[in-house]
């Protein structure tokens, strides 16, 4: 766990920063760049290598979206992308019939995320796909304080991934 930690957070950091800086360097406008926290699920078909190759299609069309902009947000069309740099593992759980049931986590990085246009994307890259949980860096840094502790963008991420590449599964 510790290593696949220091991993993510040695591929996440200088982004993070680079993105930080381009964000001052133009002037600080807008939210400042974070590291968003991002699931995904799907409904489960009690396949799990199906569950996973429909899953990767679905991150790939939701990923080039993401990472190559465009999208409505009511009237008004926006180029900017969603995200640039991040990092996806999955996360395979008993699932309700203990069949099994695919789970995607992502950390992000991104001045903000529209949740309404990826849930809408999701939905559309899995018909059914409608759970999508995005937590802000600001939210986080809110949970760490009610937990007596400081936030860290990269080592709360980090974290996160770490926990499930290294969660393992139940074969059965």
Do not use: C
């Amino acid at each position: 766990w510790l290593r696949w930690r220091r991993r993510i957070t040695r591929a996440m950091g200088p982004h993070l920063r680079a993105a930080v800086e381009a964000w001052s360097r133009a002037g600080g406008r807008g939210p400042r760049p974070g590291i968003y926290l991002v699931t995904l699920t799907m409904p489960h078909s009690g396949d799990l290598v199906d569950d996973r190759r429909v899953m990767g299609d679905a991150w790939r069309e939701l990923s080039k979206r993401a990472s190559y902009g465009g999208y409505r947000h009511g009237e008004r069309w926006y180029d900017e992308k969603w995200w640039g740099h991040h990092a996806m593992v999955y996360e395979a759980t008993k699932g309700t019939k203990g069949d099994g049931h695919l789970h995607a986590h992502a950390a992000v990085i991104s001045q903000w995320v529209p949740y309404k246009e990826m849930r809408a994307a999701w939905e559309q890259a899995i018909p059914g796909a409608v759970v999508v949980d995005v937590v802000s860096p600001q939210e986080q840094a809110k949970r760490a304080t009610a937990r007596g502790k400081k936030a860290n963008g990269v080592g709360d991420a980090a974290f996160y991934l770490a926990k499930y590449v290294t969660k393992g599964v139940e074969p059965s």
